[in-house]
């Protein structure tokens, strides 16, 4: 991959990371590549609803992740055991050295369009370049975040930014206002895969950027851009979002949207005691959860 590779002698040490999940505050489908993937630009942000990860080295070339109360995530499957296997590649880490204790602790939904499963690999390999003392180049980086999935490459610094392409193309940090989300808690799941095929079906992409995107965001120009493409493949799939969608909104809020491909959505407010109130609103019809944006990678007190 052509990455600039530094190596340095390792300690036995536990390294702990905190994985924020994402909201997808614009998301629209401007193309289609002849390989099949589709063609993104999206501004986001990461949100403090977060998952807890550790590793530890150890002695060997087992990698044992356990991820308490989710024994299903505790697969080669995972996105964290896949970014060990591409990081071990990548940096050329000897088998013998390959050893390793992972304990993530979730509370980001599964399969909700939060992005926790690529915000837990962006953070095993924050991770792992400490813990093996291996410094990947930029682009070398994120060639390997990409491999993984659209969102991993944003979570590397999970600054607030516009993101193109399949999720390569990384704009300059924006500038958000103060705000507050109240996102929706749902229990159901929808695949990814089948949301992207029901868009094929009904929709077609949106016209081409148009080029210059603010990095600089008013809240104007926030309420205008709360879009998602791919609102109407996942009603097809399931059509009580739309239910959902309607319950979410609020005349004191900037608007609603859905983040990724659902089914998780989420109300925008520049007032706390506002959002807080339409929280006290739904709190007997729907779970939602208050969020504040994050603004790059949370410290961890371990």
Not at 96 to 123: C, F, R, W, Y
Not at 143 to 148: E, P, R, S, T
Request: glycine residues 8%; aromatic residues 8%.
């Amino acid at each position: 991959m052509g990455c600039s590779i530094l190596l340095w002698v390792y300690g036995m040490d536990v390294h702990h990371e905190i994985s924020s999940a994402k909201l997808n505050l614009s998301l629209k489908i401007v193309g289609r590549r002849p390989d099949g993937f589709h063609m993104l630009e999206s501004l986001m942000t990461a949100i403090d609803w977060q998952d807890h990860l550790s590793f530890q080295r150890v002695p060997g070339s087992s990698i044992r992740l356990s991820v308490p109360g989710y024994p299903k995530l505790e697969t080669e499957e995972n996105l964290v055991v896949r970014a060990v296997r591409r990081f071990f590649e990548t940096a050329n880490i000897p088998q013998d050295e390959q050893g390793l204790v992972i304990e993530l602790t979730k509370t980001i939904p599964t399969g909700s369009g939060m992005g926790g499963g690529s915000s837990n690999a962006a953070a095993t390999l924050r991770a792992l370049q400490r813990l093996y003392k291996v410094s990947l180049d930029a682009k070398g980086l994120i060639q390997l975040a990409c491999g993984l999935g659209a969102d991993v490459p944003f979570f590397l610094d999970s600054m607030p930014r516009m993101v193109r392409g399949i999720g390569d193309s990384l704009g300059d940090p924006a500038s958000l206002p103060e705000l507050t989300f109240v996102v929706s808690e749902v229990p159901s799941f929808l695949s990814t895969k089948e949301v992207y095929e029901a868009f094929d079906h009904l929709c077609k992409p949106s016209r081409e950027s148009a080029g210059t995107i603010p990095t600089r965001w008013s809240y104007e120009a926030l309420s205008q851009c709360l879009e998602n493409d791919l609102e109407p493949a996942a009603f097809r799939q399931n059509p009580s979002l739309g239910d959902l969608k309607r319950m979410m909104q609020s005349e004191e809020a900037l608007g609603t949207s859905m983040t990724g491909s659902g089914p998780s959505f989420f109300t925008v407010f520049e007032d706390v005691e506002k959002a807080q109130s339409f929280i006290q609103e739904l709190e007997h019809r729907l779970p939602v959860r208050l969020c504040r944006p994050v603004f790059g990678i949370s410290e961890v007190v371990p």
